[in-house]
């Protein structure tokens, strides 16, 4: 297995623009979790999925931020309007809930804003 | 929600000595205690975890102790290796039915050839 793929794996964009993360899970995994890492504010937990629902949104910093997951091998996380301070590496993980709670994270998408 | 702390938050050892972190949690209906580690530049992996019914466990050179009295776990790490420098993430489990870890701040381990 190729592990959870994430594109792009750099982002730079100018404050104001839409920016789409997107992640592909293990086959086979049925929860998804997006987190966002800064060194201010560490490794945040953004919003996970179990099968395809969403589960948990409540670290969604706001309404700029919304993640869908259309199906069991695919999700996304937009922002929409970008802002600086949204600079961070986004991680995407999964995990398969009913054999472990391992998370296995891709590796990652490093967003710029200026 | 669940509170979770980690100390020391920078930890520098020989090489071949051993490493210790602790990560003290809030939740008392905490069940799942994992342990990730993250070279610079990569992604978080797994590298031990534990349930609350089993007080320690061991993988090579590698160790997690509970304490659920006390709300509190460890990371050991006997005879350490310059690839062992990495930041350590502590992530315990509020309960099974929800899988929201809760990473701690971190520790920056860094081991002196």
């Known amino acids: 297995d190729a592990g959870v793929i994430q594109s792009p794996r750099h982002e730079v964009t100018e404050m104001g623009q839409e920016v789409t993360l997107r992640c592909k899970p293990i086959s086979g995994h049925n929860s998804l979790f997006w987190y966002r890492q800064t060194m201010m504010r560490g490794l945040e937990l953004l919003i996970y999925?179990?099968?395809?629902?969403?589960?948990?949104d409540s670290g969604m910093p706001e309404d700029r931020f919304s993640a869908k997951m259309p199906n069991a091998s695919f999700s996304t996380l937009k922002i929409q309007p970008s802002e600086p301070r949204d600079s961070a590496v986004y991680f995407c993980a999964s995990s398969f809930d009913t054999a472990s709670y391992e998370q296995y994270f891709g590796p990652g998408t490093r967003l710029t804003v200026t | 929600g669940e509170n979770v702390e980690q100390h020391p938050s920078t930890l520098s050892v020989q090489e071949g000595d051993s490493a210790v972190i602790k990560c003290t949690y809030s939740d008392s209906a905490s069940n799942y205690f994992p342990w990730y580690k993250q070279e610079l530049g990569k992604r978080p992996q797994l590298i031990i975890d534990i349930r609350s019914n089993v007080g320690e466990k061991k993988d090579q050179r590698i160790a997690v102790t509970l304490n659920k009295t006390a709300k509190h776990f460890s990371l050991h790490i006997t005879e350490t290796q310059p690839e062992d420098s990495a930041v350590y993430f502590c992530?315990?489990?509020?309960?099974?039915?929800?899988?929201?870890?809760?990473f701690g701040t971190g520790t920056r381990l860094t081991i002196i050839p």
């Open positions: 992530a315990p489990l509020p309960n099974f039915g929800n899988e929201k870890l809760t």
């Open positions: 999925f179990n099968n395809n629902v969403p589960i948990d």
